[in-house]
């Protein structure tokens, strides 16, 4: 069985930095995507970044670029998102999703419970 557990989520102000972790168990494939996606209050889950290990290639969406950072450890089964200036509009529900195959959707498979991200103003 799949799982995928998200950590490292809280209350940040405006400006910060926080780094969520996903850890994965139960998945064999060696051709994977893993990401993070988003879900503000109100609004729709969205794609923030993606990792395919077919050929190391990331994806950030524009709302985040320049300033997440997707990232693996192989030796520890876990992603991270690395986020830097944090912005109010940040804040969201944050879900680690994966499957086989290359790039990141919305159909992915396999998804974490979510954890909250807060900024500050």
């Known amino acids: 069985e799949v799982q995928l557990v998200e950590s490292g989520g809280g209350l940040v102000q405006a400006g910060g930095s926080l780094r969520l972790s996903c850890a994965a168990s139960g998945f064999t494939s060696d051709d994977y995507a893993i990401g993070w996606f988003r879900q503000a209050p109100g609004k729709e889950r969205v794609g923030v970044s993606c990792?395919?290990?077919?050929?190391?290639?990331?994806y950030n969406a524009d709302s985040v670029k320049g300033r997440f950072t997707i990232s693996s450890d192989n030796a520890k089964n876990t992603v991270y998102l690395q986020m830097n200036s944090l912005r109010p509009e940040d804040t969201a529900v944050y879900y680690c999703?994966?499957?086989?195959?290359?790039?990141?959707?919305?159909?992915?498979?396999?998804w974490g419970k979510g954890i909250l991200v807060t900024v500050s103003s």
């Open positions: 999703a994966a499957d086989t195959g290359w790039g990141c959707t919305d159909g992915m498979n396999y």
């Open positions: 990792f395919s290990s077919s050929d190391g290639s990331t």
